[in-house]
């Protein structure tokens, strides 16, 4: 089955300084794989995806993505963290399965923005 | 703003109970998916309706039921209700079929907070 882990239950960085979120996945086939943020009382919203084409991808508010098959990876990236990015952040991978596209999402990561 | 309308915010009700959670999904969109969001299990997605069938299922339980009226709102039913199903639960909405989400977006709702006491 179709999976993503996000190893860390949180990350804690300061500002200015870059911000790294880990996102293994575990796919058959070429995976689709994307970020969304959730901040506190929100939905989630949509930060960035991997379909094809070059390794890395740009989305909102300045993140990016690298996606590494060798390694199985989508690591959410940013060079210069504020306090305002300070929000709980999903990997999630379409999975194909009974006839159907599903969006599976990983645990979630914390992030927490220090000044 | 998402334009993904879930009600209520927040639903306080007892064991054994049943409850209905409500979404109008953003104007256009004809897919509705539901997850529930909980501690220990992160985001599960329970199931999808696209223009008023359903599409697709996760882990949706029996006790938990879905449908998406001809003006594409959604209700998620939720029956016999236990300590375990508290929990934050999302509506998303998405233009397309969710064939293929290298084309699609999902815009969520705020979630409605439900806790079972």
């Known amino acids: 089955a179709q999976s993503v882990a996000q190893p860390e239950d949180q990350v804690n960085v300061a500002e200015g300084n870059p911000l790294t979120v880990k996102c293994t996945y575990s796919?058959?086939?070429?995976?689709?794989l994307f970020w969304y943020v959730q901040y506190p009382n929100r939905g989630l919203q949509f930060l960035l995806k991997?379909?094809?084409?070059?390794?890395l991808v740009k989305g909102s508010y300045g993140f990016e993505a690298e996606f590494n098959k060798s390694q199985t990876s989508f690591h959410l990236k940013k060079p210069s963290a504020l306090v305002s990015d300070s929000a709980l952040y999903f990997c999630?991978?379409?999975?194909?399965?009974?006839?159907?596209?599903?969006?599976?999402f990983g645990a979630g990561t914390r992030l927490a923005v220090h000044p | 703003d998402s334009g993904v309308t879930q009600t209520p915010k927040h639903l306080i009700t007892a064991t054994g109970q049943r409850v209905t959670l409500r979404c109008s999904p953003r104007s256009g969109d004809l897919s509705v998916y539901w997850y529930q969001q909980s501690l220990d299990q992160g985001l599960q997605f329970l199931i999808q309706y696209y223009n008023g069938e359903e599409r697709a299922k996760g882990n949706i339980l029996e006790r938990f039921s879905a449908q998406q009226f001809p003006d594409l709102h959604s209700e998620l039913n939720l029956s016999s209700l236990e300590l375990g199903d508290s929990a934050l639960y999302f509506c998303?909405?998405?233009?397309?079929?969710?064939?293929?989400?290298?084309?699609?977006?999902?815009?969520f709702g705020s979630g409605t907070q439900l806790s079972v006491l």
């Open positions: 999630a991978v379409s999975s194909f399965s009974g006839g159907y596209n599903k969006l599976i």
């Open positions: 991997y379909i094809t084409g070059d390794n």
């Open positions: 796919v058959s086939g070429n995976p689709y």
């Open positions: 998303a909405s998405s233009a397309g079929t969710g064939a293929d989400f290298s084309n699609e977006k999902l815009f």
